[in-house]
């Protein structure tokens, strides 16, 4: 699932880097739901709208467990995000469907997607 800002997953060097992988991934595009917010005289759900919404609809309907990936573990109190876990704490996440919000290495994830999600998740560098 490709937010309207997220990079092409057919750019010539993911096509690349993935070897020939993303071929085989089914991909959606959706709208970013920040520009529907603006022209809200429609009468419609907004925050139902974009990558926050889609993580929303598969958590609630099709019982999807939404991982956040996040770069650092500082919660800002002014902010409700979901619990911090790590891959070896959750046990259980290969018995279910699950999804992982992966986002950029200047931006990360925005904070509306992260609190879209079930838990967020630190993912270790190899070493």
């Known amino acids: 699932i490709l937010s309207d800002d997220s990079c092409d997953a057919w750019y010539r060097q993911s096509v690349r880097v993935s070897m020939g992988h993303v071929i085989t ?3 959606l595009r959706v709208a970013d739901w920040e ?3 603006a022209n809200n005289e429609d ?5 139902m709208n974009g990558l926050a919404g889609v993580l929303r609809w598969l958590r609630e309907q099709m019982n999807v467990e939404c991982f956040a990936a996040v ?3 500082d919660v800002d109190n002014n902010k409700r995000f979901p619990p911090l876990v790590t891959l070896e704490d959750d046990k259980d996440c ?6 992982c919000v992966l986002g950029n290495e200047g931006n990360g ?3 509306e997607v ?3 999600c079930d838990k967020r998740v630190k993912i270790g560098m190899a070493s």
């Open 114 to 116: 992260i609190q879209a």
């Open 35 to 37: 520009k529907s917010l």
């Open 25 to 27: 991934v089914t991909t």
């Open 94 to 99: 290969g018995s279910r469907s699950w999804c």
């Open 43 to 47: 009468g419609y759900d907004h925050k």
């Open 109 to 111: 994830i925005r904070d």
């Open 71 to 73: 770069v650092d573990d």
